[in-house]
């Protein structure tokens, strides 16, 4: 286990890098050209310092706090270590953020300055900038705002930096992360150096095979989860520290993110389940327009087979693959896995999964495939993961045990509680919320799950996401909403019922794979009303509703579903940033699909 360090905090990593080994690729970042080019640790420390010194020069002070409120990018990394570098603490603003969240978060925060990514959220925080009299500065990334304040800060010396740096011990507060949250109105999670510093090294050293470098094969990740996240907050944190090349991708969806992949080609990257199932989606695509889906059909059931025969051999259950399932699956890693694996850069080997549960079907097909999946579990109250596989014992369907230094208890009602160095401070000025959720240091997480003989966590869902039926049934609606939303064709899914005679569903649809589906059966293009009365369209869905239900008793499964045309979208406030469903919106936002499942 590793344990914070007494004194200092995250940004002095930056500074003992570039002591030891400055000539390391710290960093890429692309051109103008859009090519990588890499950034030495000296380079990064240079740059760190560069803009710690300009922030002083225009007035940013030791203990001050400012708003972040950009996509995923190399900027970002830079302004954070800076503002660590000084004593300041970063506040991050989703990018989709309203305007009234902005003005709640930059007030809530006492923030003195902030900086955005272009013209339009700079007319968002201009919009409340008059109910904000604390906030002085704005600086817009599309502006070149390191250029100008390099050149503000050049006459200050390194020194006076270096004694903000030392000044920072580990328990100062080090960002004020605002749950993004599926209901009321966001709250500022506190979180310290030495809380990402208890995170980030311990991942790192129980993960040493996936961060560790080999000549010729530096470990690199590919950075594109939102840096407004703790997941991804995590992420950057643990490649500085573990001395991993870091890049940057701005856009979560597959077509930015595979082309970037396939170019950067990371060791292993972190991410949603989203991600792998748009990966296995367009894998299973390409096949069928090809003419070789069932060559692909069978390769993944010889994929799900092997990797569920290791798992079997790791927990003393089986003897492994058999010698007809090692050779089968070695004609199929030339056919079929490689080329998965070359969609995401050829050189990936690891990836780890938070954010939501991914099917355990998906998970033992990239482990087939050669991608190890350690899926995890963790909040922004935990500084991201509580839980994860273990390398050598992975446990496919779960989230994993504890991360060394964490403790996991589940209370009597189905409560995961967690303890350890990671678990934050409280929520920033609001006394009643953190007296509600910390009891002597244990945090009462919110989630119901259950731990299996071995100390592997699954999660069940939320304590206010059950669904009682008018009839008095108690219905989880994750594992049913997660098995409809394994079909191809299904991009999201809800369950409903609350107060109702019965369980039902409202479906969205992937576009791709919908258009594909299209293509391959001869059927014109139609306009989303149009389609989501197609027949065949419905008798496909019916059968993912069929699959669902076999996992729960009659009581609790589907009795009828809705397909609408658009999906749930982050714009319209039906998911937060990390993709998870908003249930009150949703419900809310569809109110009259809803009711007419219940009156056909």
């Given at each position: 286990?590793?344990?914070?360090?007494?004194?200092?905090?995250?940004?002095?990593?930056?500074?003992?890098?570039?002591?030891?080994?400055?000539?390391?690729?710290?960093?890429?970042?692309?051109?103008?050209?859009?090519?990588?080019?890499?950034?030495?640790?000296?380079?990064?420390?240079?740059?760190?310092?560069?803009?710690?010194?300009?922030?002083?020069?225009?007035?940013?002070?030791?203990?001050?706090?400012?708003?972040?409120?950009?996509?995923?990018?190399?900027?970002?990394?830079?302004?954070?270590?800076?503002?660590?570098?000084?004593?300041?603490?970063?506040?991050?603003?989703?990018?989709?953020?309203?305007?009234?969240?902005?003005?709640?978060?930059?007030?809530?925060?006492?923030?003195?300055?902030?900086?955005?990514?272009?013209?339009?959220?700079?007319?968002?925080?201009?919009?409340?900038?008059?109910?904000?009299?604390?906030?002085?500065?704005?600086?817009?990334?599309?502006?070149?705002?390191?250029?100008?304040?390099?050149?503000?800060?050049?006459?200050?010396?390194?020194?006076?930096?270096?004694?903000?740096?030392?000044?920072?011990?580990?328990?100062?507060?080090?960002?004020?992360?605002?749950?993004?949250?599926?209901?009321?109105?966001?709250?500022?999670?506190?979180?310290?150096?030495?809380?990402?510093?208890?995170?980030a090294d311990n991942i790192v050293m129980r993960y040493e095979t996936v961060f560790s470098s080999k000549p010729g094969d530096e470990a690199a990740t590919l950075l594109?989860?939102?840096?407004?996240?703790?997941?991804?907050?995590?992420?950057?944190?643990?490649?500085?520290?573990?001395?991993?090349?870091?890049?940057?991708?701005?856009?979560?969806?597959?077509?930015?993110?595979?082309?970037?992949l396939q170019s950067f080609r990371p060791t292993f990257i972190l991410a949603v389940p989203y991600i792998f199932e748009k990966v296995f989606a367009a894998a299973r695509?390409?096949?069928?327009?090809?003419?070789?889906?069932?060559?692909?059909?069978?390769?993944?059931?010889?994929?799900?087979?092997?990797?569920?025969?290791?798992?079997?051999?790791?927990?003393?259950?089986?003897?492994?693959?058999?010698?007809?399932?090692?050779?089968?699956?070695?004609?199929?890693?030339?056919?079929?896995?490689?080329?998965?694996?070359?969609?995401?850069?050829?050189?990936?080997?690891?990836?780890?999964?938070?954010?939501?549960?991914?099917?355990?079907?998906?998970?033992?097909?990239?482990?087939?495939?050669?991608?190890?999946?350690?899926?995890?579990?963790?909040?922004?109250?935990?500084?991201?993961?509580?839980?994860?596989?273990?390398?050598?014992?992975?446990?496919?369907?779960?989230?994993?045990?504890?991360?060394?230094?964490?403790?996991?208890?589940?209370?009597?009602?189905?409560?995961?509680?967690?303890?350890?160095?990671?678990?934050?401070?409280?929520?920033?000025?609001?006394?009643?919320?953190?007296?509600?959720?910390?009891?002597?240091?244990?945090?009462?997480?919110?989630?119901?799950?259950?731990?299996?003989?071995?100390?592997?966590?699954?999660?069940?869902?939320?304590?206010?996401?059950?669904?009682?039926?008018?009839?008095?049934?108690?219905?989880?609606?994750?594992?049913?909403?997660?098995?409809?939303?394994?079909?191809?064709?299904?991009?999201?899914?809800?369950?409903?019922?609350?107060?109702?005679?019965?369980?039902?569903?409202?479906?969205?649809?992937?576009?791709?794979?919908?258009?594909?589906?299209?293509?391959?059966?001869?059927?014109?293009?139609?306009?989303?009303?149009?389609?989501?009365?197609?027949?065949?369209?419905?008798?496909?869905?019916?059968?993912?509703?069929?699959?669902?239900?076999?996992?729960?008793?009659?009581?609790?499964?589907?009795?009828?579903?809705?397909?609408?045309?658009?999906?749930?979208?982050?714009?319209?406030?039906?998911?937060?940033?990390?993709?998870?469903?908003?249930?009150?919106?949703?419900?809310?936002?569809?109110?009259?699909?809803?009711?007419?499942?219940?009156?056909?």
């Amino acid at each position: 286990m590793a344990t914070a360090p007494r004194v200092g905090g995250l940004a002095d990593a930056v500074y003992e890098n570039a002591e030891t080994d400055p000539g390391r690729v710290a960093l890429a970042r692309k051109d103008d050209a859009g090519n990588w080019q890499d950034v030495t640790a000296g380079q990064f420390r240079d740059e760190v310092i560069a803009l710690a010194k300009g922030l002083l020069a225009q007035g940013v002070r030791f203990g001050d706090r400012v708003g972040i409120m950009s996509r995923t990018r190399y900027e970002w990394t830079l302004f954070d270590f800076a503002l660590w570098s000084i004593g300041v603490q970063s506040v991050p603003l989703y990018p989709t953020s309203s305007a009234e969240q902005v003005f709640w978060m930059l007030h809530n925060a006492g923030a003195s300055a902030c900086l955005v990514e272009h013209e339009d959220h700079a007319m968002t925080v201009g919009s409340v900038i008059d109910r904000l009299p604390q906030l002085r500065k704005l600086w817009q990334l599309d502006a070149d705002p390191v250029a100008e304040l390099t050149a503000a800060g050049a006459h200050i010396d390194d020194e006076v930096v270096h004694r903000h740096r030392m000044a920072v011990t580990p328990d100062a507060t080090a960002t004020l992360i605002y749950t993004s949250g599926t209901t009321g109105r966001p709250k500022g999670c506190v979180i310290t150096h030495a809380n990402f510093m208890a995170e980030a090294d311990n991942i790192v050293m129980r993960y040493e095979t996936v961060f560790s470098s080999k000549p010729g094969d530096e470990a690199a990740t590919l950075l594109f989860l939102p840096l407004a996240h703790v997941f991804g907050r995590m992420v950057q944190v643990g490649a500085v520290r573990g001395r991993v090349k870091l890049a940057h991708q701005p856009e979560l969806a597959a077509r930015a993110l595979l082309p970037d992949l396939q170019s950067f080609r990371p060791t292993f990257i972190l991410a949603v389940p989203y991600i792998f199932e748009k990966v296995f989606a367009a894998a299973r695509r390409r096949a069928e327009a090809d003419g070789k889906v069932g060559p692909f059909d069978k390769a993944v059931e010889i994929a799900v087979r092997y990797a569920e025969a290791q798992e079997n051999k790791a927990f003393g259950t089986g003897s492994g693959p058999s010698a007809s399932l090692r050779m089968q699956h070695q004609i199929f890693d030339k056919l079929v896995y490689g080329k998965v694996r070359a969609a995401m850069g050829g050189r990936v080997r690891h990836a780890m999964s938070g954010g939501s549960a991914m099917e355990r079907r998906l998970g033992l097909f990239f482990a087939g495939a050669g991608v190890t999946i350690f899926e995890g579990y963790g909040l922004t109250e935990s500084t991201a993961a509580a839980t994860a596989n273990p390398p050598e014992r992975t446990r496919y369907g779960t989230v994993g045990t504890p991360v060394p230094g964490t403790t996991v208890h589940i209370a009597e009602d189905g409560e995961i509680w967690l303890y350890g160095g990671q678990i934050f401070h409280g929520y920033h000025n609001d006394p009643k919320a953190t007296d509600a959720v910390l009891h002597d240091g244990w945090f009462a997480t919110g989630d119901l799950g259950a731990l299996d003989e071995d100390g592997y966590l699954t999660i069940t869902g939320r304590k206010k996401e059950v669904l009682v039926t008018s009839g008095g049934k108690t219905v989880s609606p994750v594992s049913l909403e997660e098995r409809v939303r394994a079909h191809p064709l299904v991009a999201q899914c809800i369950v409903v019922g609350n107060d109702r005679p019965f369980i039902a569903a409202l479906v969205t649809l992937d576009p791709e794979a919908v258009a594909h589906w299209l293509a391959m059966r001869g059927k014109p293009e139609l306009p989303p009303t149009d389609l989501v009365r197609d027949p065949d369209l419905e008798t496909e869905i019916r059968r993912a509703v069929v699959a669902a239900n076999t996992l729960v008793s009659q009581a609790e499964s589907i009795r009828t579903f809705r397909i609408l045309a658009n999906q749930f979208s982050e714009e319209h406030g039906l998911l937060t940033p990390s993709l998870k469903l908003k249930r009150k919106a949703i419900e809310t936002a569809y109110s009259v699909e809803v009711d007419a499942l219940y009156k056909a």
